[in-house]
Nanobody, 119 residues
Framework: QVQLVESGGGSVQAGGSLRLSCAAS????????MGWFRQAPGKEREFVAA????????YYADSVKGRFTISKDNAKLTLYLQMNSLKPEDTAVYYC????????????WGQGTQVTVSS
């Protein structure tokens, strides 16, 4: 099964930017649809963004639309999340996840990376 490792988290002031990366362990990554999720303290995990296996179609939560961009580089086996105009409410642990193209649930998850946005 594919293993996913996130990186790129950190602390930033409101209005700043970060780019998260999610590196996959093997080329099965190419066939997976991918998503980003986040979980803030005391809250349930929520959907942030997703893309299909080719990286051609993208979907966003309303709260991040226009500020975040998801991209998938199948040659580099890496998923990205470019986050601009960050707000304190974006503070959370961010997770990447993989879903088989024919499946409905995300089966494989990374360990998460912390993003902290200060006002």
């Amino acid at each position: 099964q594919v293993q996913l490792v996130e990186s790129g988290g950190g602390s930033v002031q409101a209005g700043g930017s970060l780019r998260l990366s999610c590196a996959a362990s093997d080329r099965t990554f190419v066939s997976y649809a991918m998503g980003w999720f986040r979980q803030a303290p005391g809250k349930e995990r929520e959907f942030v963004a997703a893309t299909d296996w080719m990286g051609g179609n993208s979907y966003y939560a309303d709260s991040v639309k226009g500020r975040f961009t998801i991209s998938k580089d199948n040659a580099k086996l890496t998923l990205y999340l470019q986050m601009n105009s960050l707000k304190p409410e974006d503070t959370a642990v961010y997770y990447c996840a993989a879903r088989r193209a024919s499946g409905y649930e995300y089966e494989f998850w990374g360990q998460g990376t912390q993003v902290t946005v200060s006002s």
